[in-house]
């Protein structure tokens, strides 16, 4: 089955830096845009990334300068590089991502959501 699964999440010092990854497994075709979400425990879901195929991003004003996303369409991935990290960006870091399946004869791009990898930022 095609999934998307996230890594690199775990307990950092404000000011430190960690790099998530999320891989697209299965049978897939290619990517679309693709992005990174988080959710707060409590508060709304919000983006903190984006990137389209060809490339493109966008960082919300929020992570700007602290932030990076990036993808690696021939492996099928995308990455998350946050420096300076602060506690209030303590939260559940999700992956986001359309994809076209191989099986699918029409070639219809779906969206799909890794499982979320917990990001803690504390001394």
């Known amino acids: 089955q095609v999934q998307l699964v996230e890594s690199g999440g775990g307990l950092v010092q404000p000011g430190g830096s960690l790099r998530l990854s999320c891989r697209a497994s299965g049978s897939v075709f290619s990517i679309g845009i693709m992005h990174w979400y988080r959710q707060a425990s409590g508060k709304q879901r919000e983006v903190v990334a984006i990137i389209t195929s060809n490339g493109n991003t966008n960082i919300p004003d929020s992570v700007k300068g602290r932030f990076t996303i990036s993808r690696n369409n021939a492996e099928n991935m995308v990455y998350l590089q946050m420096n300076s990290l602060k506690p209030e960006d303590t939260a559940v870091y999700y992956c986001?991502?359309?994809?076209?399946?191989?099986?699918?004869?029409?070639?219809?791009?779906?969206?799909?959501w890794g499982q979320g990898t917990q990001v803690t930022v504390s001394s």
């Open positions: 986001n991502a359309d994809l076209v399946l191989l099986t699918d004869p029409f070639r219809r791009l779906k969206n799909y």
